[in-house]
């Protein structure tokens, strides 16, 4: 159920390379990993490379899909096993119906789902949190970004000002310091509650 599409590397196996589709909202993908997975093993690392012969062995898809996922969410901000993941999750069979599929596994379907939502909430915390200390769109992820959208929430940072407008004094549109308290060519009061605790030397 990810928004956005994964490509995964799986260097050693044949084939290598696995991509997963990215999900339309409110709905779901689906990637079917075939059966013909493998690796090549040498059973005699000493042998002269022009007599090597490597043995295939064969790797069960439901194996290598799994893998994918713990390596992908392994390297993922925010997550908290097994409440707090992004909707990725394996089965076995050969699904080629999404209908089919969401109407027999949609129980596993609405889990991931709410893990997913879990995992967002996450996300938007730390962008939350960063946009406090910051008040810069820099720090904040597309992942992030696409987190609140999908949760329905609505934050200065996700759509902020240009930064040029971001630091002009609302009154006479000069040029003001990031953070700063009082315009120095109009007078007027930036942050009314921090410039009057100045003032009262708190």
């Known amino acids: 159920m990810l928004p956005y599409s994964l490509q995964e590397l799986k260097p050693g196996l044949n084939p290598k390379a696995y991509f997963i589709e990215k999900a339309e909202e409110g709905s779901f993908s689906l990637t079917i990993i075939p059966n013909d997975i493998s690796y090549n093993i040498n059973p005699d690392p000493l042998a002269d490379a022009k007599q090597t012969r490597f043995i295939r062995v064969p790797v069960p898809a439901i194996e290598c899909a799994r893998s994918i996922i713990g390596d992908y969410v392994s390297a993922l901000l925010a997550i908290e096993p097994p409440d707090k993941l992004p909707g990725l999750f394996a089965v076995v069979g050969d699904w080629t119906d999404k209908k089919e599929f969401g109407t027999k596994h949609l129980k596993m379907v609405m889990d991931y789902r709410n893990r997913q939502n879990g995992w967002f909430k996450n996300l938007v915390?730390?962008?939350?949190?960063?946009?406090?200390?910051?008040?810069?769109?820099?720090?904040?992820?597309?992942?992030?970004?696409?987190?609140?959208?999908?949760?329905?929430?609505?934050?200065?940072?996700?759509?902020?000002?240009?930064?040029?407008?971001?630091?002009?004094?609302?009154?006479?549109?000069?040029?003001?310091?990031?953070?700063?308290?009082?315009?120095?060519?109009?007078g007027h009061v930036i942050d009314k509650l921090a410039y009057e605790r100045v003032l009262a030397g708190k």
């Open 125 to 186: 915390d730390i962008a939350d949190d960063t946009w406090s200390r910051t008040h810069s769109p820099v720090g904040i992820s597309d992942i992030q970004k696409d987190a609140c959208r999908l949760l329905g929430y609505r934050r200065d940072w996700l759509n902020p000002l240009p930064f040029e407008e971001q630091n002009k004094c609302p009154v006479c549109m000069n040029a003001i310091n990031l953070g700063a308290l009082k315009c120095v060519a109009c």
